[in-house]
């Protein structure tokens, strides 16, 4: 079972691997945040992964706060890109 985990794990990073060329290489800001996104994603899955494999509960609490993480990196890419800060709940929205 370890074996299987270990197996998939290395997949997961080859899929990490091709996103950072994505982010090295993305033509515009949007494919960077994006190939950034799924290296996340994918370092979280090892992480699980291997967590299970070796049977480090532990680890699990790091995954989750990874996930976090991520979330909150893409909250700030889609305020930084946007033009005036859209979706800043401080401002006031204008009248109807």
């Known amino acids: 079972m370890a074996d299987a ?5 290395g997949a997961i ?14 033509p515009t800001r949007a494919d960077r ?8 994603t994918g370092g979280i899955a090892v992480v699980l992964l291997l ?3 070796g049977e480090r509960w532990a680890a ?11 979330a909150v990196a ?3 890419f889609v305020k930084a890109a946007s033009r ?8 006031e929205a204008p009248p109807p």
């Open 84 to 91: 005036d800060g859209a979706g800043d709940p401080e401002e």
């Open 74 to 76: 893409a909250v700030g």
């Open 51 to 53: 967590s299970v494999a």
């Open 5 to 9: 985990l270990h197996l998939f794990a």
């Open 13 to 26: 990073l080859l899929a990490v691997a091709a996103s950072l060329v994505r982010v090295v290489l993305g």
């Open 33 to 40: 945040m994006m190939g950034a996104q799924l290296a996340g």
């Open 60 to 70: 699990l609490d790091v995954a989750l706060t990874l996930s976090l993480l991520a």
